[in-house]
């Protein structure tokens, strides 16, 4: 996954520039850490910044075969610049428009942006964290190699065959998945009698609750029915148990071994809506592959 990030006039200035709305950080802070969650995500960045409209669409333009996808922080141009709107157009990737402020709470002109109909998403009024919950969205819904759940079965098999501590191996199971997938969340749980606990996780953070009781959460009801649960919004369900903050959409698949639930495989997404059904069925192809895991675990 190639992202090119673009920065507008003014960001050159960023840390000495209305630090009360704009925050500390310069843009060389702010780029290295795009870069560096970039590498934890495994994706390759190229960041530009520019004082003028056109060298923008220049770049865009330039990169428009290399990249899968586009950060754009506009700066002011946002309000006015239709070009800029034009370029996005023009190069079809998916764009996710970033903002430092909240612009919408801002000074009425502040209120238009030429990108509000060609944009896959508007990340804004959170700072530096703008433009990594940008990233994450980005990584998800760009289009990218999605690898085939039986070349990705094959991969699960072949970490599978080399033993390893449990907890390294869910890591690296739940990475396998995570990447194959672009999914912003995996983790793999043991399910005990009385609680559930995490083994390995992939994903920006660890879960808030790694361990729980097993009546509790979505877990609860996909190991009492054994049988998979999806939420394609958490937000108005109130079975769920937060794994981490930002997360939407949710989906459990218990595994079994003999004649109870030995295991579950937690997905979550950024995104209300992202389990299609084709994704389900991409994800339960995987769960067979996990199954040795728990069987001889
Ligand atoms: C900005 C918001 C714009 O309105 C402003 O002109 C900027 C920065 C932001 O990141 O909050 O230059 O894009």
């Known amino acids: 996954m190639r992202v090119l990030v673009l920065h507008g ?3 050159n200035l960023l840390g000495e520039r209305e630090p009360g709305v704009y925050g500390h950080a310069t843009l060389e802070e702010i780029d290295t850490r795009i870069g560096e969650r970039s590498r ?6 190229r960041t530009f910044q520019s004082n003028h ?5 220049d770049r865009l333009h330039a990169e428009r075969r290399w990249a899968d996808g586009i950060l754009f922080n506009p700066g002011a141009l ?3 610049a ?3 709107r034009d370029a996005v157009a023009a190069v079809s990737l998916p764009c996710i428009e970033v903002h430092l402020s909240d612009v919408s ?9 030429v990108l509000a109909d060609v944009r896959a998403a508007l990340c804004a009024g959170r700072g530096l964290d703008s433009y990594l919950e940008a990233l994450e969205l980005l990584l998800e819904i760009a289009p990218g190699p999605e690898r085939d759940a039986d070349e990705v ?3 699960l098999a072949e970490r599978l065959a080399h033993p390893d501590d449990r907890r390294v191996l869910a890591g690296e199971l739940a990475q396998i998945i995570r990447r194959s997938g672009r999914f912003r969340w995996v983790g793999l749980y043991d399910v005990g009698p009385a609680e559930v606990e995490v083994l390995g996780w992939a994903g920006p953070g660890p879960p808030v609750h790694p361990r729980f009781p097993v009546s509790e959460g979505l877990t609860a009801v996909a190991v009492s029915s054994e049988r998979s649960v999806v939420v394609q919004d958490v937000r108005g369900d109130p079975r769920y148990l937060p794994t981490l903050e930002g997360t939407r959409a949710e989906a459990i698949f218990p595994v079994s071994a003999g004649t109870r639930v030995v295991g579950t495989l937690d997905v979550e ?6 389990f299609t059904a084709e994704r389900f069925r991409w994800l339960e192809r995987c769960v067979e592959g996990l199954g040795p895991f728990w069987k001889t675990g």
């Open 269 to 274: 997404s950024a995104n209300a809506q992202a």
């Open 78 to 80: 946002t309000h006015y």
């Open 105 to 113: 709470k801002r000074e009425p002109w502040r209120h238009l942006s």
């Open 153 to 155: 079965v094959a991969l």
């Open 9 to 11: 006039p003014n960001m």
């Open 53 to 57: 409209e056109g060298a923008l669409i």
């Open 82 to 84: 239709w070009s800029l």
């Open 40 to 45: 934890h995500l495994g994706a390759e960045v």
